[in-house]
């Protein structure tokens, strides 16, 4: 029984340091695009005439109405 983790041999780190490399890569690319698909939301929150009732900054005639009761 040889229960010993043994190390592997050059050429198998290098492709498994490669491997890695191209995930992390990856994982990068995907998370540059998350942040500008999050950016352009909140961009377009900030310009929704909705977020801007919801926040009070637009008087309409909603709420014009209810400060007059």
């Known amino acids: 029984m040889?229960?010993?983790?043994r190390i592997p041999?050059?050429?198998t780190r290098a492709k498994n340091v490669a491997?890695?490399?191209?995930?992390?890569?990856?994982?990068?690319?995907?998370?540059y695009q998350l942040?500008?698909?999050?950016?352009?939301v909140e961009e377009h929150n900030r310009?929704?005439?909705l977020t801007?009732?919801?926040l009070?900054?637009?008087?309409g005639p909603a709420t014009?109405?209810?400060t007059q009761e």
């Open 47 to 49: 310009r929704s005439p």
């Open 35 to 40: 942040d500008e698909l999050i950016a352009m």
């Open 2 to 5: 040889n229960n010993k983790p």
């Open 64 to 66: 014009q109405n209810n």
């Open 19 to 31: 491997r890695m490399r191209e995930a992390i890569r990856q994982i990068d690319a995907f998370t």
């Open 52 to 54: 801007a009732y919801r």
């Open 56 to 59: 009070g900054k637009l008087k």
């Open 9 to 11: 041999d050059a050429q």
